[in-house]
């Protein structure tokens, strides 16, 4: 898993351009709010990390921003979640997607065309499907408490600007 998101980078040549800090749950929910007034329609999020990382908690306080009254849940049997907010928001959890066939059954690709905002939970199991400009938040645990995260933001130089 570590070879795939080198190659991530060195392929789509992105930086991590900002590392911010989450103490709890809560602050995570609102730094997501917080990004989630800087992406707009058509943007790919891809949330990279461990289990109880907080990709999940992540994508709830981003729905709220977009005003989505559905209970935000990893959609981790159905694999895609659709929530009808402000904009559509499709959250995609990944983690037992086994083969491309699985993927292509689902119809992802026809996912990146359409309106809206895309959060990718695993998505090293669709590197070859994500958008160039997919921006990369990874979170990581943090061995001083059971409730700090680190979450590191990646993205193209072309589109550094937006955050
Ligand atoms: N700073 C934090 N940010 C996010 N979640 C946290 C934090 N501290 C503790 N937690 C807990 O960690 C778990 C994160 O779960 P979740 O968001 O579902 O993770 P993932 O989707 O990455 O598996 C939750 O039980 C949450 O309460
Ligand atoms: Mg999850």
Redesign the pocket.
């Known amino acids: 898993m570590k070879s795939d998101i080198k190659q991530i980078n060195v392929k789509n040549n992105k930086n991590i351009i900002k590392t911010i800090v ?8 609102n730094i997501a709010y917080e990004f989630a007034s800087k992406v707009h329609s058509g943007d790919t999020l891809a ?1 990279k ?12 306080g981003f729905c709220k921003y977009f005003n989505v009254i559905e209970n935000v ?2 959609p981790t049997y159905t694999i895609i979640n659709e929530y009808s907010g402000d904009i559509p928001i499709f959250h995609i ?1 990944c ?1 037992r997607i086994n083969n491309t066939k699985e993927l292509l059954n689902l119809g992802i690709e026809e996912y990146f065309d359409l309106d809206g905002i895309i959060l990718i ?1 695993w998505p090293e199991k669709i590197l070859d499907f994500l958008p160039e400009n997919t921006i990369i938040i990874n ?1 990581e645990h943090n061995n001083e ?5 680190i979450l590191k933001i990646e993205m193209n130089n072309n589109i550094k600007s937006k955050i």
């Open positions: 989450s103490n709890s749950s809560k602050d995570t929910e949330l990390g461990d289990l109880a990382s907080g990709k999940t908690t992540f994508t709830k849940t990893s959890d983690y939970e979170f408490s059971n409730n700090k995260r």
